[in-house]
């Protein structure tokens, strides 16, 4: 099959422990590695990285070899270290600063400047047919190049920032006055808006955001779901009383909504099941208040090597997340291991599970409460439940559709035959 010689990757986000490192963003990141493949001979990916991070030759080397087991034999590695963060400054300077441009805001300063715009240029330097761009920070580079300049780009966002950095403000600042942040909209839409215009695709996690951008005028976007290794049987697990919360304590909206389970929902389903048991599992747990401690059956797990047999250890998942974006890749998880899952609309956005079929979606703390007892309670609704979320994942969030349509769309996108 024809392939182009060489596709330049950039991401910002470097895997640095590859056994924890697996979150939905890394999954999601060797997606697209694993569709490019199909269409170019080498892939030479670009990570920007902490400013102080070791970039040194042997550094690069060892990143280099385990990027190519894990991920492919044909990765080329390169880092870049971020710019430095500018000295400290006032509260209200940093808001006048963040409303000029997108380059100005704290998320995306840090990959403006010399450095990193020398780095992508020695990378162009080698002729790559194709740009992938994974997420608005290092697309932010590429704004400082003409158009005409740069071979065809695809560009795929986890969460459209505008619209998360929205929410974010107005249901949960970090002090009353963050909200002057509702300045910065105007900068970061437009920058946003530039970064569309020099893709070629615009890859999006779900069909709602697709649709969403193209009620901005954004044609070209395209949906790539968050997807798994799908059984070819629905999994079976023990009979129990636990629930499982899954996810990073160090994204705040995972912590958040760590805290108003434990805080709102959670005692309510101790009364009705005083046996009932609630497992919070995720990377750096003391991010939540009550960590050390816990209220009587809570346990918090850290991070989970073995997550095939946490899932089949646990009745049910929940995920009362009430603020962020993209697609939850743990629901996913969940679904393809059968399991009935209570959420909150938010928490499910984007996903093609129907409410009372495939997942329970519920919004207040009482509402939630009673699903997970009524799951706990009642076993044949659970296992229907599980059953059509596992159904569904088959349908829509199997891994290898996912890379076929990478493929597809990037060949579309350069003018190669389609596969």
């Not at 740009?131 to 560009?155: D, E, K, Y």
Request: glycine share 6%; proline share 8%; charged share 25%.
């Amino acid at each position: 099959m024809n392939r182009v010689p060489r596709a330049l990757c950039i991401f910002a986000f470097l895997p640095f422990d590859r056994a924890k490192d697996v979150h939905g963003v890394f999954q999601r990141m060797r997606l697209f590695v694993d569709g490019l493949a199909a269409v170019a001979e080498q892939l030479d990916v670009l990570f920007f990285v902490p400013h102080g991070t070791d970039t040194s030759a042997e550094s690069v080397r060892q990143h280099e070899a385990d990027l190519r087991a894990a991920w492919n034999p044909r990765v080329n590695v390169s880092l870049c270290s971020r710019t430095a963060s500018p000295p400290p400054m006032g509260r209200m300077r940093t808001i006048l600063r963040g409303m000029t441009s997108i380059h100005r805001q704290p998320a995306y300063e840090p990959f403006s400047g010399n450095g990193p715009r020398a780095a992508v240029q020695t990378r162009l330097d080698r002729r790559p047919s194709l740009i992938f761009v994974h997420n608005l920070r290092p697309m932010s580079v590429l704004l400082g190049w003409p158009a005409t300049s740069l071979p065809p780009v695809l560009f795929d966002i986890d969460n459209i920032d505008h619209r998360l950095e929205l929410r974010h403000l107005l249901k949960s600042p970090r002090w009353p006055a963050e909200r002057l942040r509702l300045s910065w909209l105007p900068a970061l839409m437009l920058g946003e808006s530039r970064a569309y215009r020099r893709a070629r695709r615009v890859f999006v996690c779900s069909e709602k955001d697709e649709r969403y951008l193209q009620r901005l005028g954004v044609r070209h976007a395209c949906a790539i779901p968050n997807v798994v290794d799908v059984p070819s049987e629905p999994p079976t697990g023990p009979v129990t009383k636990r629930l499982l919360f899954l996810g990073s304590l160090n994204y705040r909206p995972n912590a958040e909504a760590a805290e108003y389970l434990l805080s709102q929902i959670w005692p309510s389903i101790s009364r009705a099941e005083p046996d009932a048991e609630l497992w919070i599992a995720g990377r750096e747990p003391e991010h939540v208040r009550c960590f050390t401690e816990p209220p009587p059956g809570v346990r918090f797990l850290d991070f989970v090597n073995d997550l095939d047999s946490l899932y089949r250890s646990v009745s049910a998942v929940v995920c009362p997340i009430r603020v962020g974006g993209g697609t939850r890749i743990k629901l996913v998880e969940a679904a393809a291991q059968a399991k009935p899952i209570v959420s909150t609309t938010v928490g499910a956005e984007g996903l093609l599970l129907d409410n009372d079929v495939d997942i329970l979606l519920r919004d207040t703390p009482t509402a939630f409460a009673e699903a997970c007892v009524s799951l706990l309670r009642t076993r044949d609704r659970a296992r229907q439940l599980g059953l059509g979320a596992w159904r569904k994942a088959q349908l829509h969030y199997s891994r290898p559709t996912a890379i076929k349509r990478i493929e597809h769309e990037a060949r579309a996108a350069i003018g190669l035959p389609l596969s």
